[in-house]
């Protein structure tokens, strides 16, 4: 835990964002007349999800899925 006044977070900042970053620091708090009245932390990365399998285990495909094929082919006089 790292605590910088508001003067020097204004001439910091990008030195006190780079120990958050690298993982130097995981909370700096900014303080005026000593006192800590703002906590600054890096945003948490939220996973990236990929489109394909999104819905995987949610779906179950029925045994008899392949069966409908024939039962389809047969509606459109048996040759597909």
Request: aromatic fraction near 6%; hydrophobic fraction near 40%; glycine fraction near 8%.
């Amino acid at each position: 835990m790292t605590q910088v006044n508001m003067l020097e977070a204004k001439t910091d900042l990008s030195k006190l964002v780079k120990m958050l970053e690298t993982g130097q620091e995981e909370i700096i708090y900014l303080a005026r007349n000593g006192k800590a009245v703002v906590q600054m932390t890096l945003i948490p990365k939220k996973p990236v999800s990929k489109r394909i399998g999104v819905a995987e285990g949610k779906f179950k495909v029925p045994d008899e899925f392949d069966a409908w094929d024939k039962e389809i082919e047969e509606m459109f006089g048996g040759d597909l």
